[in-house]
């Protein structure tokens, strides 16, 4: 899909992975729409970019909100009168045993990694239908593929946002919208705290810089992708596990113990 001209609606727009997309979308001449929840760091992201592009607005608002995608939707075509691009890239983590848990933890991940996304894209269908063209990007994780321990329900809710878009693009095949789902490893942002950079360095996980993550998925875009998982042998893992998911039981749970430290309360 060509990107230069395009309007792209950007959730998560000040996190690590969202404002390397947004910096790589404005070098590139997009119209830029910006929703975070942090106003502050969403104004001086946008602030940044305007040296580079006039085409920014940020949008200060929740996905997680009861009525937030609605609104936020509504009010960013209501500014570009339409939207090319939606990119998900908002999302939180919990790291930790499960059942250490707390309900209203889970709940509240669910809610901005996979509840959110799909309420914002339900109410942004009825404008690319009518148009016949679009695109839907969600930004996933190699934790959606495989199910990693002490990240269970981050993981489950990636798996969700992964078959959320198999299911949607098989859906909307012959509309002209498209939707890819990209699934990034480890990344090096504040994402991931202290105790979750510490046990990936341990266990020698391979580790990318955002502005990669960045470019992979604006090159995902334009090149009208379906999946794309990043990173080798990452990609390898996703195959296995769909393919032998016992063979990889076995090498994840040998790491539970190596993991103990981090994930227990006390190690956070």
């Known amino acids: 899909m060509k990107i230069s001209g395009s309007t792209v609606l950007l959730t998560g727009a000040s996190g690590g992975i969202g404002s390397a997309i947004a910096r790589q979308l404005a070098r590139r001449g997009v119209n830029l729409i910006l929703v975070s929840r942090d106003r502050e760091k969403l104004n001086a992201l946008a602030a ?158 391979n580790q990318d810089e955002p502005e990669t993550v960045a470019a992979s998925v604006i090159a995902a875009i334009e090149r009208n992708g379906r999946d794309s998982y990043l990173g080798w042998p990452e990609k390898l893992f996703v195959r296995i596990n769909s393919i032998l998911p016992r063979l990889v039981d076995q090498a994840l749970m040998k790491q539970v113990h190596a993991m103990r430290p981090f994930a227990a309360k006390r190690g956070s």
Do not use: W
């Open 48 to 205: 940044e970019l305007r040296t580079v592009t006039s085409q920014v607005l940020p949008l200060a608002g929740d996905i997680a909100e009861a009525g937030g995608p609605a609104r936020l939707m509504a009010e960013a075509i209501r500014h570009a009168g339409a939207i090319d691009i939606l990119v998900n890239c908002a999302g939180v983590q919990n790291f930790g045993f499960f059942a250490e848990e707390a309900p209203a933890d889970t709940a509240s991940l669910f809610n901005v990694n996979a509840v959110g996304p799909m309420t914002l894209i339900n109410a942004a269908l009825p404008h690319m239908l009518q148009r016949k063209t679009g695109q839907i990007v969600n930004v996933g994780s190699v934790f959606g593929s495989i199910g990693f321990p002490c990240f269970a329900s981050y993981s489950a809710s990636k798996f969700a946002l992964r078959g959320f878009s198999e299911a949607l693009r098989r859906e909307l095949a012959g509309t002209g919208i498209g939707v890819t789902y990209v699934a990034p490893r480890f990344t090096k942002t504040a994402f991931n705290r202290s105790p979750v950079t510490r046990m990936a360095n341990i266990l020698k996980m």
